[in-house]
């Protein structure tokens, strides 16, 4: 059974920093595509950064303030996010899918993690 679990998520002031971890299991991770989404308040799910090998995607709205990795030998993936500002709030996910590229559109991940809040206060 795959199980994606996220962690990490929290309450931050702004110009603060978190780190979310992805912690895989039941899949070959280092064979698998893997994107963080999130999901404010009213709002669409949109996808944040994904990461495939070496190749990254991030999203414009944090581009230079995010950054996606993933130590495939621990199945796991991890968000780090600096300079959060009080948009950034929102359940952040991780998902994973079995494709060898970097993958924007939601609708191509198969697994998707329960999600964690992430709070940004002013």
């Known amino acids: 059974q795959v199980q994606l679990v996220e962690s990490g998520g929290g309450l931050v002031q702004a110009g603060g920093s978190l780190r979310l971890s992805c912690a895989t299991s039941?899949?070959?991770?280092?064979?698998?595509?893997m994107g963080w989404f999130r999901q404010a308040l009213g709002k669409e799910r949109e996808l944040v950064a994904a990461?495939?090998?070496?190749?990254?995607y991030y999203a414009d709205s944090v581009k230079g303030r995010f950054a996606i990795s993933r130590d495939n030998r621990k199945n796991m993936g991890y968000l780090q996010m600096n300079s959060l500002k009080l948009e950034d709030t929102a359940v952040y996910y991780c998902a994973a899918t079995q494709v060898p590229y970097v993958v924007r559109d939601s609708d191509m991940y198969i697994y998707w993690g329960q999600g964690t809040q992430v709070t940004v206060s002013s």
């Open positions: 990461i495939y090998g070496r190749s990254t």
């Open positions: 039941g899949l070959a991770f280092n064979m698998n595509s």
